[in-house]
C-alpha cells in the first residue's frame, strides 16, 4: 500500500478496499487475511459479502461462514454462496459442518444446505457416516440414523443396539420400529429381541415385547407384566391375551402374594375392577416406598378413595408416597380438615414438617380455595423453601373472594395486610373492596 494512499472508511466499499490493499502487502501473515475475510463475510454492505466469497474457495476455515451465507437475505449473495458451497462439500467436509447446516436449516432460506447434505451423505458408506451416529448433537444423530436407515446402512441388530442405547426418544423409536420391519420380512430374530428387551428405554422395551409374538415367543411376555413403564406393561397385557393368557389372573396372583413389585401393582388396577381394591389396601402399608406409592396410585386409577385411611400416608417419608396419596385426596380436598393441614406448613425440616409433606399440605388447602386457600398461600409466604414460597405468593396474588365468603371478613384484611410487599396500593385496595372492606 502506498504511503500517500487514503481510503475513506465511510466509503461503501471502504473495508472491501482496504481488505484488497492489505492482501497485495507481502508481508500481509495468510491469518491477518483469513481474519479479514471473515469479517467481510459479515458485513452489512451486500456488495462486500459477496466480493468476499470469492476468496473463500481453499480456505476450510472459512467454510462454516459460507454454510452461513447460503441463507443470506441478499440474493446475489445467497445464490453466490450455494454454488460455492456445492463445489466445495464432500464427505470429510459434510461431516464437519452437518451440526451447523442442520442448525441454520431451521432458519428461513435454510433448506438448500440441508438438501446438500443430504445429497452428499446419501453416498457415504455405514464407516464414512459412523462419525454422525454417535455425535453429542440430538438433531446430528436423527438425522444421520434418518438416512442410514432410508438407506439400509444398518443391520436390524445394529439397529436393535442403537434404539438400546441411544438417549433420544426419536432415535430409539426410529431404530426400533425400523428393526422390528426388517426383522419381519425375514423372520430372523436373532440379536435383535435380547437387546430391545433389555433397553432402558420404555419406546424400545414395548417394540420388542411386541415382537415376542411375532417371533414365536410369547409366552416370555408374561415376564413383563410388571414392568416399570405403563407402555411396556399394555404391550405385555396385549401378547399375554393374544397367547390366550389372562393378565389380570397374573396380577392377581402377584399381588395376592404380599411382596409385588411396584410394576405389578399398578398394572392390576389398569385392567382390574373396583373389587381389587380389596388387594391394594394392604400394600398402601408395604415396606418398600415404591409399592406404597403404586397401591396409592391403583387405588386413585380405581376410584376407590377412602379419606380417613388415606390421611396418615400425607405424612409418610417417602415423596413419591404423599404425591400420590395427595392426587388421591384432591377430588375430596374439602372433606380434609383444614386444621392438621396448616400445622404441616409451619417450620422447614429438621424441626418441623420435611418440603414434600409441606407441598402436600399446600395443595390440598389451595384446593379448598376462599379464605382457606388465601390463608394457606400466606403462611407459606415465610416458609424456608424457596418455590414453595414463590408458589405461596402467586397464589396470593391471584386470589379473589368467593362466592358463599362473608363480606368484611376481618380475618381476608389481616391476611391481604401481611401480603401487601405483593400488591401496588390500587390492586390491594381493589382486593380489599371486593372482600367487602373497603372503608
Not at 458485513?43 to 461462514?65: S, Y
Not at 403404586?294 to 386409577?301: K, M, V
Amino acid at each position: 500500500m502506498e504511503r500517500d494512499e487514503k481510503i475513506d472508511v465511510g466509503e461503501p466499499l471502504a473495508w472491501l478496499r482496504l481488505d484488497e490493499a492489505l492482501r497485495r502487502e507481502s508481508y500481509a501473515p495468510s491469518g491477518l487475511v483469513a481474519s479479514r475475510l471473515a469479517i467481510d463475510l459479515c458485513h452489512r454492505d451486500g456488495r462486500i459479502r459477496e466480493a468476499a466469497l470469492e476468496q473463500v474457495a481453499g480456505d476450510p476455515g472459512l467454510l462454516p461462514l459460507l454454510v452461513v451465507r447460503c441463507g443470506d437475505w441478499v440474493g446475489q449473495v445467497r445464490e453466490r454462496a450455494r454454488e460455492l458451497l456445492a463445489e466445495a462439500l464432500d464427505m470429510d467436509t459434510a461431516v464437519a459442518l452437518a451440526p451447523l447446516i442442520l442448525l441454520f436449516g431451521r432458519r428461513g432460506r435454510g433448506a438448500f444446505a440441508i438438501d446438500l447434505l443430504d445429497e452428499v451423505l446419501r453416498r457415504a458408506s455405514r464407516e464414512q457416516l459412523a462419525p454422525l451416529l454417535t455425535r453429542a448433537d440430538r438433531a446430528v444423530r436423527r438425522h444421520a440414523h434418518r438416512l442410514a436407515v432410508e438407506e439400509g446402512l444398518l443391520s436390524p441388530a445394529e439397529l436393535a443396539r442403537a434404539a438400546a442405547r441411544d438417549p433420544d426418544t426419536v432415535v430409539q423409536i426410529l431404530c426400533a420400529d425400523a428393526a422390528l420391519a426388517a426383522v419381519v420380512k425375514t423372520g430372523d430374530y436373532d440379536g435383535v429381541l435380547a437387546p430391545l428387551l433389555g433397553a432402558r428405554s420404555p419406546r424400545a422395551r414395548a417394540t420388542g415385547v411386541t415382537a415376542l409374538r411375532a417371533a414365536g415367543l410369547p409366552e416370555q411376555a408374561e415376564g413383563f407384566l410388571g414392568d416399570r413403564s405403563g407402555v411396556v406393561r399394555a404391550c405385555a397385557r396385549y401378547v399375554v391375551r393374544q397367547h390366550g393368557g389372562d393378565p389380570l389372573t397374573v396380577y392377581r396372583g402377584w399381588c395376592s402374594g404380599g411382596d409385588p413389585v411396584p410394576g405389578a401393582v399398578i398394572g392390576l388396577a389398569e385392567c382390574g375392577e373396583r373389587r381389587d381394591a380389596a388387594l391394594l389396601w394392604p400394600l398402601v402399608s408395604h415396606p418398600a416406598a415404591a409399592v406404597r406409592a403404586r397401591a396409592l396410585g391403583g387405588l386413585r386409577t380405581l376410584d376407590v378413595v377412602d379419606v380417613p385411611r388415606m390421611l396418615p400416608l400425607l405424612d409418610d417419608p417417602a415423596p413419591g408416597v404423599v404425591r400420590e396419596a395427595t392426587l388421591a385426596l384432591l377430588p375430596s380436598a374439602g372433606l380434609v380438615p383444614d386444621g392438621p393441614l396448616m400445622e404441616r406448613l409451619v417450620g422447614g425440616w429438621p424441626k418441623g414438617w420435611p418440603r414434600h409433606v409441606r407441598v402436600g399440605a399446600f395443595r390440598l388447602l389451595d384446593a379448598r380455595g376462599g379464605i382457606v386457600r388465601l390463608r394457606a398461600a400466606v403462611t407459606v409466604l415465610d416458609d424456608p423453601d424457596a418455590r414453595l414460597r414463590a408458589w405461596g405468593a402467586q397464589v396470593v396474588r391471584r386470589w379473589h373472594p368467593e362466592e358463599g365468603m362473608t363480606p368484611g371478613d376481618a380475618e381476608v384484611g389481616e391476611l391481604l395486610g401481611r401480603a401487601r410487599h405483593l400488591f401496588s396500593e390500587y390492586v390491594l385496595t381493589r382486593r380489599l373492596w371486593e372482600a367487602g372492606l373497603g372503608g
